[in-house]
């Protein structure tokens, strides 16, 4: 199981948020607020608490149906300025962050799975036609990947769930998708599913980075910390 979320640090949305004065109190715990308060970077910050609360509930709902998403539910314990664990619906689901002076990328996943399980990208979004762009990004890169014809790959919605279908039937694995401002992302694992992540690892081996990977490339590269949207 996966989740993922992405938040635009330019956006000019999050400048919006955060200078709503009921905002926080609405979206967060009081134990976050006491990080938003303390940290020098309470814009950056926030963002990353909403990011993982996404990604978080994104994961869950995976796997408890009808789940409805209440951010301030979903407590967010930073480990580290690129891991988090979320609390929510009685499970504790870890987080890492990927972030740079343009995005937060945030990925949830089983505890048990390993970040090398787990391919992501970030895409480019300009002009409109994010999902159309996130989906295209996907299928292409999972193509390549699962040794498959584009072609043969489509992206269904199943109560705005998306999952990868080959002819019509869904491949073994998890996706997730999400799109904020300019940019897009995906991630992806097939992890629990053998034959699959046999397939992952012979199609790439060497090729990929550990962890995530990233088409654009940002400017000046930091961790973690800018601004959410609702
Ligand atoms: C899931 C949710 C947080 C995503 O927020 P968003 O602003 O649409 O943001 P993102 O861009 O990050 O994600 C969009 C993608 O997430 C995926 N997604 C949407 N709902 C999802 C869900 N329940 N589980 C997993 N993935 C989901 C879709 O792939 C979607 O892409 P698409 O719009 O191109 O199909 C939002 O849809 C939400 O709050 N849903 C819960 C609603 C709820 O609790 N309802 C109960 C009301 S009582």
Redesign the pocket.
């Known amino acids: 199981m996966i ?1 993922n ?1 992405i938040v635009d640090l330019r956006d000019p949305e999050n400048q919006t948020i955060a200078r709503h004065p009921r905002f926080d109190a609405r979206v967060f715990a009081p134990d976050e607020r006491a990080m938003l308060d303390e940290g020098a970077d309470g814009e950056r910050m926030r963002s990353m608490l909403w990011a993982a609360k ?1 990604s978080a ?2 994961f869950l ?2 796997s408890i149906p009808g789940l ?2 209440s951010p301030p539910k979903y407590v967010v314990r930073l480990s580290s300025l690129v891991a988090a664990s979320v609390e929510a619906a009685g499970r504790r689901v870890p987080v890492r962050f990927d972030a740079c002076e343009d995005y937060v990328h945030c990925i949830a996943r089983d505890p048990r799975m390993a970040a090398e399980e787990i391919i992501a990208r970030i895409v480019p979004v300009a002009g409109g036609q994010e ?1 159309v762009v ?1 989906r295209l990004a996907a299928i292409a890169a999972l193509a390549e990947v699962l040794g498959e014809d584009p072609e043969s790959l489509r992206i269904e ?1 199943n ?4 999952t990868l279908t080959r002819r019509g039937r869904a491949v073994p694995g998890t996706l ?5 401002g300019r940019f897009a992302a995906f991630a992806w694992t097939s992890r629990g599913c053998a034959e699959v992540v046999g397939a992952i690892h012979d199609g790439v081996s060497g090729a990929l980075p550990p962890a995530a990977v990233s088409s654009f490339r940002c400017r000046g590269r930091r961790d973690p910390g800018k601004s959410p949207r609702s």
């Open positions: 989740g979320d996404e509930y994104k709902r995976r409805v998403f999902s996130v919605r109560e705005r769930i998306p997730s998708l999400s799109h904020h």
